[in-house]
Nanobody, 124 residues
Framework: QVQLVESGGGLAQAGGSLRLSCAGS????????MGWFRQAPGKEREFVAA????????AYADSVKGRFTISRDNDKNTMYLQMNSLKLEDTAVYYC?????????????????WGQGTQVTVSS
């Protein structure tokens, strides 16, 4: 399995921006489809965005479409989530995940490796 470490979380004001990073190690990063999920207190983990192995296909949850952008740089073994126009309801712990499927996948069942999560808090 690939090891994943998220970074870039923190506190932002509503309407502001944050950029999350997910660094992979241990295996060839380009062998994996990747995704971002989030979990707010008292709620189930939910899909945010996903990207295929080379970055030319992406998918987004309706709640973040048009505001968030997922990307990856396989040379740097890193995936990103650019979050703009943040809303209070974006507050959650954000997790990156890797799938043995190289295509875009959007459900947790298809992801085999997970990071430890990074907290994103949006304030008014």
């Amino acid at each position: 399995q690939v090891q994943l470490v998220e970074s870039g979380g923190g506190l932002a004001q509503a309407g502001g921006s944050l950029r999350l990073s997910c660094a992979g190690s241990g295996r060839t990063f380009s062998n994996y489809g990747m995704g971002w999920f989030r979990q707010a207190p008292g709620k189930e983990r939910e899909f945010v965005a996903a990207i295929n192995w080379n970055g030319d296909e992406t998918a987004y949850a309706d709640s973040v479409k048009g505001r968030f952008t997922i990307s990856r740089d396989n040379d740097k073994n890193t995936m990103y989530l650019q979050m703009n126009s943040l809303k209070l309801e974006d507050t959650a712990v954000y997790y990156c995940a890797a799938s043995d499927y190289t295509i875009v996948v959007v459900t947790t069942d298809f992801f085999d490796s997970w990071g430890q999560g990074t907290q994103v808090t949006v304030s008014s």
